[in-house]
């Protein structure tokens, strides 16, 4: 409210009289009744709060003059009484500073002797005037010779060129010869000792200006030097920050000398060639460059600096002095250094694919060459035994030689269906066709495929547990991968457990096991494909069970994570999105459940139909 009213009041008020109305209102006044009565939030002060305020208004609140009677305490109370006063006359004709129209606590009879005061004032005023009055011509030509003084400096500042030193220390002798050495006046020296003191107030005056001058000299080094500093400091860190470290250092190089362009140009390992690997015919060739139209070689620059005899920093837009040269250099040189740290870069981002595909290449041929020429082994002494003609086998020796053929084929497809898997995995082509399916109708199956080592696994289902959305066949894959690694570790006494519950529209599938656990850093590691950590029995994996259960389980939507048993034991989480009611989410139907191995197959609706 005080804002707005100070608005209205602002246009018809000179600077002077509007800053003396804020201080009036905001702090003689309201600010005083915050401070000594918190919590009033209206103009409709209590009488008791009003005389307060007026009995502290007629001493001073300074703390040298605390006590001090006020002596223009009347213009305070007049300033308030006018502001009440306005705000009552304004509600008249505008409703909305009705809320804030109150009588004002200060009287018309608190403000008398207004009049007699400013005749006062008036009367003080006019004989400040008589009395100054005769002096007005000795303060004209003080004026006057200030002026002059001050635009013979100027003149001599402009006249020196930018560096050099120039000395006014004479005309301030002959201003004090002039105004105070008698007699007064005049340029006329009348006595030897007042010869004396202005030559001595000349060599004072010389003395000072020059340290004052070299103070300013050192002054404007030392700023220089922080400057340089803190940019020094500032380009050191560049280099530091990633990728886009070279960009960055041009861009800085550009901001600080006011450059139009800055380019950082290589020479051409075949100069002779023109155009060879984008050099234009003087053999040069821009590696990094920030503005319009950068440079292209050495020549075409305003300023150039050479980094190495290869490589150079050229600028366009003007040229530099000598002093910001050597600064440049800096930038130059960590130019270079950028240069360097990005090619590494590259070649380290070029290099690690192919390392990582070499160590892939290596742990697949560990695999094949023990355990897919295992069971291909087996299979084949199995089948020679059997087609020999040297042996006449019985009934029983011939099942048992088949058994052992059927499982050696059986472990071989199983290996080479999780490695062909695997590989559509890494490649992003692996068909998945999302449906609502029941954990009751995936778990019996999983438990059939194990045999004999499912008898002792615990299972707890709930009955109104909802249905998940996955592919029902990679589903149990991931839940037989899981229960088979969960019976590789459990002790006897304690059997894997398989529970599942709903966590929104989540439902969470856990198996627990009782074996040694994971540590921390083990438990990403362990999702590795070839990983066995140190596990050197491969008679039960080629260490894909996890990699290939966690990316299934991600192909369908849900995540894989490894979390500690209580009292020992790792559990493993598969986490999977509810369907609802049976149908699809829109979400999962139209991005994340698309088939990944291209137009042959998409999941449509919440069936199952194949496209």
Known sequence: MLIRYLDE??????????????????????ADIEAHHPGIDTLALPPEIADAWKARLMFTSRPSERGRPRKRHLDLLTGVRAFYLDIQEWAMDDATWVPFAAPSPVRKGDTDGMAKLRKQVTAQIHQRIRERLPHLPVLVDTAEARLDTQTRLVAAANA??????????????????????????????????????????????????????LAARKTGQAARATAEAEMLSTLAGSVL????????????????????????????????QEGAGGADQRGWRVVGSVGPDPCR?????????????????????????????????????????????????????EAGPLAEADRTRRALLAAV?????????????????????????????????????????????????????????????????????????????????????????????PDDLPLVLADPALLERVIANLLSNAARYAPPEHPPLVAASALGDRVEVRVVDRGPGLS????????????????????????????????????????????????????????????????????????????????????????????
């Open 9 to 30: 009041r602002r246009p018809a008020m000179d600077y002077g009289s509007f800053r003396a109305l804020v201080t009036v209102l905001a702090g003689r006044f309201w």
């Open 160 to 213: 020196t060129p930018a560096g050099e030193i120039f000395d006014h220390a004479v005309g301030g002798s002959m201003l004090l010869n002039y105004y105070f050495v008698p007699p007064l006046h005049r340029f006329t020296i009348a006595e030897g000792n007042n010869l004396l003191a202005l030559l001595v107030f000349l060599a004072v005056a010389v003395a000072v200006s020059s340290v004052v001058d």
């Open 241 to 272: 920050r990633g990728d886009q470290a070279l960009p960055a250092l041009l861009a800085q190089v550009r901001e600080t000398f006011g450059l139009s362009s800055v380019a950082l140009v290589e020479r051409a390992a075949d100069a002779d």
């Open 297 to 349: 070689c050495p020549e075409e620059a305003d300023t150039d600096l050479p980094v190495s005899p290869d490589l150079a920093l050229v600028l366009r837009g003007r040229p530099l002095a000598a002093v910001d040269r050597r600064i440049l250099a800096a930038f130059a040189a960590q130019a270079a250094v950028a240069l360097r740290q990005q090619r590494l870069s590259e070649a380290a981002a």
């Open 369 to 461: 060459s023990h355990d897919l020429r295992s069971p291909l082994a087996a299979a084949s002494a199995a089948v020679a035994n059997l087609s020999s003609d040297e042996v006449a086998w019985t009934t029983d020796e011939r099942a048992e030689l088949l058994a052992t053929a059927q499982e050696a084929l059986d472990r071989l497809a199983w290996l080479v269906e999780n490695l062909l898997d695997m590989s559509r995995l890494q490649a992003g082509r692996l068909s998945v066709f999302p449906a609502p399916v029941g954990l009751d109708d995936v778990i019996p199956g999983v438990l059939s495929d194990l045999g004999a080592a499912a008898h002792a696994i615990v299972v707890t289902v």
């Open 520 to 611: 921390e850093k083990d438990r990403e590691q362990v999702f590795t494909p070839f990983q066995r950590l140190g596990d050197t029995d491969n008679t039960t994996g080629i260490g894909l069970g996890l990699a290939l259960s966690r990316g299934l389980t991600e192909a369908m939507g849900g995540t894989l994570t490894p979390e500690d048993t209580p009292g020992g034991g790792l559990t493993m989480v598969v986490t999977l999105p509810a369907a609802l009611d049976g149908r699809l989410p829109v979400s999962a139907m139209d991005e994340d459940h698309r088939d990944a191995g291209g137009p042959d197959s998409l999941a449509i609706g919440h069936s199952a139909d194949v496209v």
